[in-house]
């Protein structure tokens, strides 16, 4: 079993920056990827950006591309994620996943890994 667990979250203003980490433990095997979803409230959680077992390929959704960068750390077993430009609708809980396959789903329903969520606010 995988544990999950995330730090960095926080109350940041308009235009600021955050990074989310993403510490994993327990039993990963070779190839695991991993993603960071966030869930607004009244919202269905989505993915933000994922990245594959070695770090060489990433996904970001159409709203983050150019402001947040993924990135992972095999060595530490950590995932990160950089968080530039920040603005009122990046407002949620962020959650980390996992998935023992070489590449991410954008599907929830195909990671079967989560933390326990990680709180971000930005104020306007």
């Known amino acids: 079993q995988v544990q999950l667990v995330e730090s960095g979250g926080g109350l940041v203003q308009a235009g600021g920056s955050l990074r989310v980490s993403c510490a994993a433990s327990?039993?990963?095997?070779?190839?695991?990827?991993m993603g960071w979803f966030r869930q607004a409230p009244g919202k269905e959680r989505e993915l933000v950006a994922a990245i594959n077992w070695s770090g060489g390929s990433t996904y970001y959704a159409d709203s983050v591309k150019g402001r947040f960068t993924i990135s992972r750390d095999n060595a530490k077993n950590t995932m990160y994620l950089q968080m530039n430009s920040l603005n009122p609708e990046d407002t949620a809980v962020y959650y980390c996943a996992g998935r023992r396959d070489i590449t991410w789903s954008i599907r929830p329903s195909e990671y079967g890994d989560w933390g326990q969520g990680t709180q971000v606010t930005v104020s306007s």
């Open positions: 327990g039993r990963t095997g070779n190839w695991y990827a």
